[in-house]
């Protein structure tokens, strides 16, 4: 439903990174750009992001509530 889309996010908002096995916390500003690259499937609450190269998740309503889509723009000629 999400994979491919970017968005923009218009709060603040908690991710985590998988770092060796251990979790950790990351906070996305106002104003960043994620791209999903997995979810939500089936019931799953979470979503797998880009942002600043670095692979997170977030949850997807956190994404829902606090992100617009930005549309993605073609290669101009």
């Known amino acids: 439903?999400?994979?491919?889309?970017?968005?923009?996010?218009?709060t603040a908002t908690l991710c985590t990174e998988n770092r060796d096995g251990i979790l950790y916390g990351v906070r996305v500003p106002v104003g960043g750009i994620v791209t999903v690259t997995r979810g939500p499937v089936d019931d799953d609450r979470m979503v797998d992001i880009l942002w600043n190269e670095r692979?997170?998740?977030?949850?997807?309503q956190?994404?829902?509530?606090?992100?617009?889509?930005?549309?993605?723009?073609?290669t101009q000629k």
């Open 62 to 74: 956190d994404l829902r509530d606090r992100g617009e889509e930005v549309k993605i723009s073609g």
């Open 55 to 60: 692979a997170l998740a977030m949850f997807a």
């Open 1 to 10: 439903m999400f994979r491919g889309k970017q968005f923009r996010l218009k």
